[in-house]
């Protein structure tokens, strides 16, 4: 089996990047120690290997498909796949105690989900959904919805979805028309239509638990007026016996990658019997969904940077066996050919994958430890943690999705005409990556939320607290002399955010379309910075290790390319934040009514 994925990279992240240690001298984290969590990542590569990673091109090959009578098929493994994740943790794993959880840190578990992802992005995405979709329900639901659907999500029986988006209203949530007429205390009658529901039943589980979005009759309008509903496939009853709800699969969407990821479209209340459970408060739907929305954007992060870094495994392998041309140095034609990773050209190719994807690896287990941090910690610490998440959860979300598919671009241009070819799989994981710039709220929505909210939030509080955090880094690197260079360099970019943020703040007292037509602009610059401060995170520890002489952990060579890497991409990536500010910056407005179109 090919490798799929970097376990040394994953531990140096965790351990020394990140350190976990930090999670459990906390009291909610404090039943778990190191040997174990990596006990249970290990545990995990096993589970890839054994049932995930061998399915993987067999998925795509033969996809989920409608079979025309309301249901789904998929692939055989599918259902051995979620029972053995949920007997592994990996659906309750992050749960607390007191609802049949293990409490693990959201850093460990995601780990975890990352090998999976890298393994078989399609097939993870099914029980990731239940343990998202069972996490919400614990947060605002009442005792009795919990008791009531969240063991059996847990045990991989019943499956969680996220049912938002309408055929009418696309992204824009304040346009959704599925009703909810009151009937008693918490049951509603539901009426209405939701599509590119993700994992929506199938036959690998025996029932499915549609979170859905609807407006109760005489809501007010808007997303105001949107409330959260639980809504079965099959509505539980008095003695545990289960009925038909009225809620039937109209089709299976077939897409371009992701194949063996069902994407259905739902019709509740076609017959006038489906009846939904009101979660929490009415009209305060949105607000309990963007809980699950916000992990779901770090987990569509972190599963672009798993499959980027799949492909860039699978284009490192071939690179070094393949054998073509000399290098221009060699001028006897009789000489062997070479590897072509000794070409230049494709060692810049795998360079780029490489930073590309262990600098959003990095990121993504970063916004892990922030999760924890503001879960686990009161005051101001708690209130700093958040805030960090928040304006790194858009950046995590974009930039491993968007540069994800570079990357994976990249690795099919190294494999040349054979990655073009499904003898290869590349070209799979390229499909399968491009949705990750779609999920969860587009990359344009994702860099409106940048700049419009998450860079003004408190008056620019988590804003200064990131650039505050790389000037730390930037300080703490300036210590060694083959960092001081670089670490100048992330000290002006950060500067350069605040400058270029403050000339925008001018127009958004009087123009806010202008202010915000460029927020994509805006995201570019900030992510490639962001994964700047990622890579000299990265350096200044490596650095630390190869000083001190304290290499055994890794090895000499793995911490040199670390420092190696991150020079690469202070190089040859860093320098694109530059161009960004240079288009915001420009007082020419080339967008509105006067595009030309």
């Given at each position: 089996m090919s490798r799929y994925t970097n376990l040394d990279h994953l531990k140096f992240l965790l351990q020394e990047v990140h350190p976990i240690d930090d999670l459990f001298k906390l009291s909610k984290f404090s039943h778990v120690n190191w040997e174990q969590a990596w006990m249970m990542v290990e545990s995990a590569k096993t589970l890839a290997d054994r049932h995930m990673a061998p399915y993987f091109r067999e998925m795509d090959e033969k996809p989920a498909h409608y079979d025309g009578n309301g249901g789904v098929k998929t692939h055989p493994q599918l259902k051995t796949i979620i029972r053995q994740a949920a007997e592994g943790g990996w659906i309750n794993g992050a749960a607390s105690f007191d609802v049949g959880g293990l409490q693990l840190p959201l850093m460990i578990f995601n780990a975890g989900q990352h090998i999976f992802q890298s393994a078989n992005n399609g097939c993870q995405g099914y029980f990731s959904l239940t343990s998202g979709?069972?996490?919400?329900?614990?947060?605002?639901?009442?005792?009795?919805?919990?008791?009531?659907?969240?063991?059996?999500?847990?045990?991989?029986?019943?499956?969680?979805?996220?049912?938002?988006?309408?055929?009418?209203?696309?992204?824009?949530?304040?346009?959704?028309?599925?009703?909810?007429?009151?009937?008693?205390?918490?049951?509603?009658?539901?009426?209405?239509?939701?599509?590119?529901?993700?994992?929506?039943?199938?036959?690998?589980?025996?029932?499915?638990?549609?979170?859905?979005?609807?407006?109760?009759?005489?809501?007010?309008?808007?997303?105001?007026?949107?409330?959260?509903?639980?809504?079965?496939?099959f509505r539980p009853q008095p003695g545990g016996s289960l009925k038909a709800n009225d809620v039937?699969?109209?089709?299976?969407?077939?897409?371009?990658?992701?194949?063996?990821?069902?994407?259905?479209?739902?019709?509740?209340?076609?017959?006038?019997?489906?009846?939904?459970?009101?979660?929490?408060?009415?009209?305060?739907g949105l607000t309990y969904m963007f809980q699950m929305m916000n992990e779901a954007r770090i987990g569509v992060g972190q599963t672009a940077a798993s499959v980027a870094m799949a492909a860039y495994q699978a284009s490192l392998q071939y690179a070094k066996e393949r054998t073509q041309g000399r290098l221009a140095s060699e001028k006897d034609p009789l000489k062997p050919p070479t590897l072509i990773i000794n070409h230049p050209d494709v060692q810049r190719m795998l360079m780029t994958q490489k930073v590309i994807v262990e600098g959003s690896i990095s990121l993504a287990m970063e916004c892990n430890k922030l999760y924890d941090l503001s879960h686990a910690l009161e005051g101001e610490a708690q209130k700093e943690s958040w805030l960090l998440l928040e304006i790194l959860t858009p950046v995590v979300k974009t930039y491993s999705s968007e540069q994800g598919s570079r990357a994976a671009s990249l690795a099919v241009q190294t494999l040349g005409g054979y990655g073009f070819t499904t003898d290869f799989p590349v070209q799979q994981h390229y499909r399968d990556l491009k949705i990750m710039s779609i999920y969860e709220g587009t990359t344009g929505i994702q860099s409106l939320d940048l700049l419009g909210r998450k860079a003004t939030m408190e008056k620019g509080k988590a804003l200064n607290l990131l650039l505050g955090a790389m000037r730390t880094t930037a300080q703490q690197a300036g210590a060694y002399a083959e960092l001081k260079s670089s670490a100048t360099s992330l000290e002006r970019e950060a500067q350069r955010i605040q400058d270029v943020l403050n000339h925008l703040l001018k127009l958004a007292a009087t123009d806010v379309d202008r202010f915000l037509a460029d927020a994509t602009v805006f995201m570019e610059m900030v992510s490639y910075t962001v994964i700047a401060w990622q890579w000299l995170k990265m350096a200044t520890v490596a650095s630390?290790?190869?000083?001190?002489?304290?290499?055994?952990?890794?090895?000499?060579?793995?911490?040199?390319?670390?420092?190696?890497?991150?020079?690469?991409?202070?190089?040859?990536?860093?320098?694109?934040?530059?161009?960004?500010?240079?288009?915001?910056?420009?007082?020419?407005?080339?967008?509105?009514?006067?595009?030309?179109?």
């Open positions: 979709a069972a996490a919400l329900i614990t947060s605002f639901g009442s005792k009795e919805q919990i008791n009531t659907f969240v063991p059996n999500m847990f045990d991989g029986l019943w499956q969680g979805t996220m049912a938002l988006t309408e055929p009418q209203a696309g992204s824009a949530l304040s346009d959704i028309t599925t009703s909810a007429k009151h009937i008693s205390e918490d049951r509603y009658h539901i009426k209405g239509q939701k599509i590119f529901i993700s994992g929506g039943q199938h036959e690998a589980c025996d029932n499915f638990v549609h979170l859905t979005l609807a407006r109760i009759q005489g809501a007010p309008p808007g997303t105001k007026g949107i409330s959260l509903f639980i809504i079965p496939k039937f699969c109209a089709g299976d969407f077939q897409k371009m990658g992701q194949r063996g990821y069902t994407t259905t479209h739902l019709v509740f209340g076609d017959h006038d019997d489906c009846e939904g459970w009101l979660i929490g408060e009415p009209n305060k630390s290790r190869l000083k001190s002489e304290d290499a055994s952990r890794q090895g000499k060579a793995f911490y040199e390319s670390k420092v190696h890497a991150m020079k690469f991409y202070y190089r040859y990536e860093l320098p694109h934040a530059a161009a960004c500010a240079t288009t915001l910056l420009d007082a020419e407005y080339l967008l509105g009514k006067q595009a030309g179109f």
